[in-house]
């Protein structure tokens, strides 16, 4: 099998490894060639993001070490492959949600910052697009929780990505879990920022009227990921535009009767 008859997004959903493609050197030749195009040609991006998640996935890499980059935070990225597998992400940057707050599914623009105090370590996560901090995993880190990663020399931003990598493999930081609440759980000061996009949200009891059904379902529906719904402030609101793609839906291919509600 070739890379190039696949697309990125068959590759994730059917677990596709090197070992299922052609020589691995044919594969890197393409990547060295598309990478080698000039400015004024079609960049072949396509095969660039195949390629790279491949290689992320081979060696199980969950953060790009070489993006760490020092501001007021360090701030690294996660993998293509981790943000897709791991976050259960979109494969396409241009895929955005139905409804009133617009997030990027890809997760793309998410960074990790780790503030270094010496022997304690803070972790937050944050979309710069999106405006607000919020902490990551168990947020502080004492310098003992992994100093057996590396050695000193490594530097405590590098030692605690290894930290962060172990934990998000072995299920203690649920990555899919952390991205979806940052989008979804909003606090007073995300609020705030997004302003108007707030007023296309209805309550459960909207939802469940404008569906005729109750709220104890619509709140089914949000845990199925029929809807989209939101926290704000502590209160459960639902995005008016995913309630009216429901709607339609609806119209058109009836209410489902039994089992989990199609998407």
Known sequence: MRIADVTLAEIVDAGYCWEDFEPRKDAIEALAEARGQSADSDFDIDSVLKVAYLSEKEEDEIID???????????????????????????????????????????????????????????????????????????????????EYADEEAGNVLRLSLKLEDDIRSGVIDLEKELYDYYHELPETAIKILGDSLNDLVTVQEA?????????????????????????????????????DRIRYIAEHGKPTRGKARK
């Not at 980059?69 to 992400?89: I, P, Q, V």
């Not at 199925?224 to 719904?229: E, F, I, S, T, Y």
Request: glycine share 10%; net charge negative.
């Open 65 to 147: 070490v070489e993006s760490i980059n020092r501001c007021d935070f360090h701030s690294m990225e996660l993998t293509s492959y981790a943000r897709l597998a791991y976050g259960k992400g979109s494969c396409s940057w241009n895929e955005r949600a139905l409804g009133a707050i617009d997030y990027d599914r890809s997760f793309d623009d998410i960074r990790i910052l780790v503030e270094d105090m010496g022997d304690i370590c803070a972790v937050y996560i944050k979309d710069y697009g999106f405006g607000y901090i919020k902490p990551f995993g168990e947020c502080l880190y004492a310098l003992e929780d992994f100093e």
């Open 208 to 244: 469940a009227d404008a569906l005729g059904v109750s709220a104890a379902r619509v709140k089914r529906m949000l845990a199925d990921g029929v809807l989209d719904g939101f926290k704000c402030g502590g209160r459960l609101k639902i995005s008016k535009a995913a309630v009216e």
